[in-house]
């Protein structure tokens, strides 16, 4: 696929995603939507890419979905099936590997949404982010409702959906919906930098935790328990296992192959 929407990049174990839209805000349209599940699947075949950075540029992240073109269902079968509709935000969310959102400028409904799919939020001090569905008379479909509250309670979720308005930078670190706050000039590179550390580290233990995390948070804490102890034994049968303790025993550097 020619891509217009987006821009895909990769280097050195880390993929960026950059949505190009950036005149018009980074609207999401049927076309950005198609686009990222495409570069969202090669992300997840690709066993040299450890880490993902999502970002709409120096100046938007995005302002959601595009209303002269949404990207939302036209036949029957796919508006009852709201996974097969939005499946970008669940491909991100369930991508085994570690994923940032840069965030830069707006990061509105559907934009907040696409970066709630992320594991890390780093955002610019200029950021405003928020759910801005309410405005506009929708509900968001690709998971505000459930994943907002999931991140900062349900009281913070239902005061910035109900009222639709944007909270700042400083305030969205303070109720944890960003992990921290930045210059605007430093965004992208902060999100590189931390790419990086985590291509670093063993793949298999990052996607096993990432699974354990946010599988178990669905889990009752018996069964979660549980589910990592397997996970912790999985892991405890592979080479990059053998290499960490080998390395931490020799005082060196481990090298993970994710094997």
Known sequence: ????????????????????????LNPINARMRDELIDVLRDCAADDEVRALVVTGGAKVFSVGADLKD???????????????TYN?????????????????GYCLGGGLELACTCDIRIAG????????????????????????????GIAK???????????????AERIGLVNRVVSD??????????????TERPPIVLK???????DGMQME???????????????????????????FLEKRKPVFKGR
Not at 1 to 24: H, P, Q, S, W
Not at 70 to 84: A, G
């Open 125 to 152: 001090e200029g950021a405003k982010l928020g759910d801005a569905h309410s405005k506009v008379g929708v509900i968001g479909g690709g998971g505000s409702t459930q994943r907002l509250p999931r991140l900062i």
């Open 1 to 24: 696929m020619d891509y217009e929407a987006i821009r895909y990049e990769k280097a050195d174990g880390v993929a960026v995603i950059t949505l190009n839209r950036e005149d018009k």
């Open 70 to 84: 949404p990207p939302v269902p036209t036949e029957l079968w796919e508006k009852l099936s709201p996974r097969r």
């Open 221 to 247: 804490m018996a069964q979660a328990l549980d589910y990592e102890a397997k996970c912790a034994t999985l892991v405890g049968l592979t080479e990059d296992y053998k290499e960490g303790v080998s390395a």
């Open 157 to 171: 979720a239902k005061e910035l959906i109900f009222s639709g308005e944007a909270i700042g930078a400083a305030e």
């Open 208 to 214: 096993l935790v990432k699974a354990a995390i946010n």
């Open 185 to 198: 000039a430093r965004v992208l590179d902060e999100a590189l930098e931390l790419a990086k550390l985590y």
């Open 88 to 104: 970008y935000y669940h491909l991100i969310e369930d991508l085994g590997k570690p994923v940032i959102a840069a965030i830069a």
